[in-house]
């Protein structure tokens, strides 16, 4: 199957920083990418879709402004928590899918992010 | 709105026990329905599917039947190992609807003793 890669897979960082987690399909072009957050021993909870070359749409109670999503490759999306507080602390996954709607979803490897 | 129900975990067994971990959905309309695998520290796998009523996804010695009639999606393996042990979704995605968004359930958690 295709293979998507995060990096970092975890990251600790102090309170009032910004951190960047990358998002790369390596054998294919996603027209589409997903950014999940997982609490522990809790389901995915999607944060916001976004497509190559336009706006992310992110879901209702996600902060746009804290969660930056930017998709600016068919092989790239990165997500920037800005000034992370310790609530952000989480496990996050990226999802990507190589054709808009139908295409078959996979997923990275998640990225462990810990704000001290 | 659409969801998916899991039961709940942990789910303990023994080394080639039969497993049985109950999905069941709410949706309109025809969704595809998923079980993803995940194990500790890691990301989601896909380890079956189905798009259609009846059809039965199986993969790995896992299986799951789409049931339309009971809006249900069980995942079963006649005999678990070890290595089987992880977290497993279960998740529903409508092509044409709401983006093609997968909606997971809450996970169930099988650990396997040997």
């Known amino acids: 199957g295709a293979v998507v890669s995060q990096h970092p897979s975890w990251v600790i960082c102090k309170s009032g920083t910004s951190v960047k987690i990358e998002c790369r399909s390596l054998?294919?072009?996603?027209?589409?990418m997903f950014w999940y957050r997982q609490f522990p021993k809790q389901s995915l909870m999607l944060m916001a879709t976004?497509?190559?070359?336009?706006?992310?749409?992110?879901e209702q109670g996600v902060e746009k402004d804290k969660f930056l999503i930017n998709h600016a490759s068919l092989t790239l999306s990165t997500l920037t928590v800005t000034s992370a507080h310790p609530e952000d602390s989480s496990f996050y996954i990226c999802?990507?899918?190589?054709?808009?709607?139908?295409?078959?979803?996979?997923f990275g490897q998640g990225t462990r992010l810990t704000v001290v | 709105g659409d969801s998916v129900t899991q039961m709940e975990g942990p789910v303990t067994l023994s080394e080639e026990a039969f497993l049985t971990i109950n999905c069941t959905y709410t949706?309109?309309?025809?969704?595809?329905l998923f079980w993803y695998v995940q194990y500790p520290g890691e990301g989601l796998q896909l380890l079956l599917k189905?798009?259609?009523?009846?059809d039965k996804g199986s993969n790995k010695g896992f299986e799951a039947t789409y049931r339309k009639e009971t809006t249900s999606f069980h995942l079963e393996k006649g005999s678990v190992q070890v290595s089987d042990s992880a977290v497993y979704f279960c998740?529903?995605?409508?092509?044409?609807?709401?983006?093609?968004?997968?909606?997971f359930g809450q996970g169930t958690e099988l650990s396997v003793k040997p």
């Open positions: 999802s990507a899918r190589d054709s808009p709607i139908t295409g078959e979803a996979f």
């Open positions: 054998d294919f072009q996603a027209t589409t």
């Open positions: 976004s497509n190559e070359g336009s706006k992310a749409t992110y």
């Open positions: 949706a309109t309309g025809y969704p595809s």
């Open positions: 189905a798009t259609k009523a009846d």
């Open positions: 998740a529903l995605r409508k092509i044409y609807n709401q983006g093609g968004k997968l909606i």
